[in-house]
C-alpha cells in the first residue's frame, strides 16, 4: 500500500461529499426554474447522473465479455440503494415519502426487476431485451417530465421545497452545478473505489469479497453522497428519489445499454438467476410496505434496511454468495429473502394505513 493510494482515497471521498453538495443545489434550483418538482428532478437529473459509474462498469464489461461484472454490478448497487442509502438516509432524519412514489415510482422499480427476470429465464440478456428495457427508460423518463409540467404551475414553487423561479439563478448556471457536480461524483468513486481495493488487496482480502463488497458499493457512492447530503439539506424528496430513481436507471438504462452493446449477450447462470436476482426483487417488493405505512421511512426503518445489508455482507463473505450450488441458495432463502418478506408482511399488519392528515408534497 502506497501513500499515493491513501491519497487518492481521501480525494475521493473529499470530491464525493462536495459533488453531491453542489449537484443537489443545482437539482434543486432547476427544479424551481422549470417548474419540475424536486422528486421527478431526484428520479431523472440526480439519479441517472449518479448511476454514471454503473454505466461505465457496466458497458465497459459488457464490451470486454464480462457479463458477470455487468449483471453484478447492477444488482449489488440496487441491494446497496435500498438497503444502506435509505437506511443511513433515515437515521439521519425521518424521510417523508412522496404519494407519486408510492403510486407510481416504487411499483415501476418492481415491475422492472420482475420483467428482468422474466427476461433472463432463457438464460442471457440479449439485443432484444436491451431494447425493450432502454425503450421503457425513455417512456419513462418522458412521462415524468411532461405529467410534472402539467401538474406544477408558476405559483407552487413554495411548495416545491425550494426557492421559486425568481430566485433561483440562471437555467445555465444550475445546469453547470449540476454537471460539475457529477464530474465531482463519478472521479471521486472512481479514485475511493481503487483506492479502498487496493488497500483490500494489500491486507490480503480476496478479489471476490472486494468485488461483491467494495466494488458494487463504490460505484454507488455518488448515490449514497447524494441522498445523505440531499436528507440534511431537508431535500427529502430528491433523497428518497434518487434511490428509487437510480434502480430504475440500472435496471433499464445500464442493463438495457449493456445488453444491446455485448457481443454475445449477458449471459445469466442459474445461480445468479435464483439467488442474486431473488434478493434483488425482494429488496424491491420490501419498500411498497414499509413506504406505505405512514408515507415516511421512520429511524426504526432506516435501522432494518441496514441490519438487512450487514447479513447480506455477512452472508457474502462467509459463503459463495448463492454462486456455490444449492447449499449457498437455501441458506439464503432461509435467513434473508424469507425473514425479509416476513418483517415486510408484518410492517403492513401493525402499523397499519396512512394517517389522513398526512398527505404528498
Known amino acids: 500500500m502506497t501513500l499515493m493510494v491513501i491519497v487518492l482515497f481521501i480525494i475521493g471521498l473529499v470530491l464525493l461529499v462536495a459533488g453531491a453538495e453542489v449537484l443537489v443545489k443545482g437539482a434543486s434550483r432547476l427544479a424551481a426554474g422549470f417548474r419540475i418538482s424536486p422528486l421527478v428532478i431526484g428520479l431523472t437529473v440526480v439519479a441517472f447522473g449518479t448511476s454514471a459509474p454503473e454505466l461505465a462498469v457496466s458497458t465497459g464489461a459488457s464490451l470486454s465479455g464480462q457479463g458477470d461484472i455487468a449483471l ?162 431537508g431535500q427529502r424528496d430528491i433523497a428518497v428519489g434518487n434511490v428509487v430513481g437510480s434502480n430504475i436507471f440500472n435496471l433499464l438504462a445500464v442493463l438495457g445499454v449493456s445488453s444491446m452493446l455485448a457481443p454475445a449477450g449477458i449471459a445469466v447462470s442459474e445461480a445468479v438467476l435464483r439467488f442474486d436476482m431473488l434478493v434483488m426483487f425482494a429488496v424491491a417488493l420490501a419498500c411498497l410496505p414499509i413506504f406505505i405505512s405512514g408515507l415516511r421511512i421512520n429511524r426504526w426503518e432506516g435501522l432494518l434496511f441496514m441490519a438487512y445489508y450487514v447479513v447480506y455482507n455477512v452472508h457474502v463473505v462467509t459463503t459463495d454468495g448463492g454462486a456455490g450450488g444449492l447449499p449457498g441458495l437455501s441458506s439464503a432463502m432461509l435467513y434473508y429473502v424469507m425473514p425479509l418478506t416476513a418483517i415486510t408482511l408484518l410492517v403492513i399488519l401493525f402499523r397499519g394505513t396512512p394517517r389522513e392528515g398526512m398527505h404528498s408534497r
Open 72 to 233: 453484478g454490478n447492477v444488482l449489488g448497487s440496487n441491494i446497496f440503494n435500498v438497503l444502506f442509502i435509505l437506511g443511513l438516509s433515515a437515521l439521519i432524519a425521518p424521510l417523508v415519502v412522496s404519494r407519486q412514489l408510492i403510486r407510481l415510482d416504487v411499483p415501476i422499480m418492481i415491475g422492472a426487476s420482475l420483467l428482468v427476470i422474466l427476461l433472463a429465464l432463457d438464460g442471457s440478456l440479449g439485443r432484444f431485451d436491451g431494447i425493450v428495457l432502454f425503450t421503457l427508460i425513455v417512456a419513462y423518463t418522458l412521462f415524468l417530465i411532461i405529467s410534472s409540467r402539467r401538474a406544477n404551475r408558476p405559483d407552487d414553487a413554495s411548495e416545491l421545497g425550494v426557492p421559486d423561479a425568481a430566485h433561483s439563478g440562471s437555467a445555465l448556471m444550475n445546469i453547470l452545478l449540476v454537471l460539475g457536480g457529477l464530474v465531482m461524483l463519478v472521479l471521486g468513486a472512481r479514485w475511493l473505489v481503487g483506492g479502498a481495493v487496493a488497500m483490500a488487496t494489500s491486507l490480503g482480502v480476496s478479489e471476490r469479497v472486494v468485488a461483491l463488497t467494495i466494488v458494487a458499493a463504490g460505484t454507488s457512492l455518488p448515490e449514497v453522497a447524494t441522498s445523505v447530503i440531499a436528507s440534511i439539506r
